[in-house]
């Protein structure tokens, strides 16, 4: 999954924020936390960030570990 987006200029691919957002909190590592409450005002779609909570299986989880960090979904 990716986005394109302008970098300095120049169009690059990135993932998108809800991805990296899920993939955090499906990891949980000490790390990933961290960043989470970095990240916890960045804008997001709610309702992509729970599909993909959903495609992994883990919304529950996901949603846990989101809210615990300070997003609210």
């Known amino acids: 999954?990716?986005?394109k987006k302008i970098y300095l200029g120049e169009?690059?691919?990135v993932e998108p924020i809800e991805e990296l957002l899920t993939q955090k909190a499906f990891?949980?590592?000490e790390k990933d936390i961290a960043?989470?409450?970095l990240l916890k005002e960045i804008g997001f779609e709610?309702?992509?960030l729970i599909e993909l909570a959903q495609d992994?299986?883990?919304i529950e989880?996901?949603?846990s570990v989101?809210?615990?960090c300070g997003f609210e979904i």
């Open 35 to 37: 960043d989470l409450r």
């Open 27 to 29: 990891m949980s590592r």
């Open 1 to 3: 999954m990716k986005v």
């Open 11 to 13: 169009e690059v691919f």
């Open 61 to 63: 989880k996901i949603i």
């Open 66 to 68: 989101l809210r615990s």
């Open 56 to 58: 992994k299986g883990e």
């Open 46 to 48: 709610k309702e992509k």
